[in-house]
């Protein structure tokens, strides 16, 4: 069983910037997609980002395109979520994921079923 442990969360200005990163320990990550999602209290878990195992391919939602950018470290064991131009409407929990299946490199259609290990999420507080 893999655990991952998000950090980089935190408070900051509309129009700012924050890294997270997802860190693995018990398994390796190397074969896996990955995830970036994202929930607000009272609200469901939305999708962020994904990357494939080899980082060739990635995917994120409308809302985020083209402000963030996923990527991995795989001889780190860890995934990371850069967020520029940050707004107020990004402010929720993060929470990174690992795919159930090995090698999946098609990132564009997974939803939240798809990912069986899950960080405990740090926040990310965007004040406006």
């Known amino acids: 069983q893999v655990q991952l442990v998000e950090s980089g969360g935190g408070l900051v200005q509309a129009g700012g910037s924050l890294r997270l990163s997802c860190a693995a320990s018990g398994r390796t990550l190397r074969s896996y997609a990955m995830g970036w999602f994202r929930q607000v209290p009272g609200k469901e878990r939305e999708f962020v980002a994904t990357?494939?195992?080899?980082?060739?391919?990635?995917h994120y939602s409308d809302s985020v395109e083209a402000r963030f950018t996923i990527s991995r470290d795989n001889a780190k064991n860890t995934v990371y979520l850069q967020m520029n131009s940050l707004k107020p409407e990004d402010t929720a929990i993060y929470y990174c994921?690992?795919?159930?299946?090995?090698?999946?490199?098609?990132?564009?259609?997974?939803?939240?079923?798809?990912?069986?290990?899950w960080g405990q999420g740090t926040q990310v507080t965007v004040s406006s």
């Open positions: 994921a690992a795919d159930s299946l090995i090698g999946r490199t098609v990132v564009s259609d997974l939803h939240l079923s798809d990912f069986g290990s």
């Open positions: 990357i494939s195992w080899n980082s060739v391919y990635t």
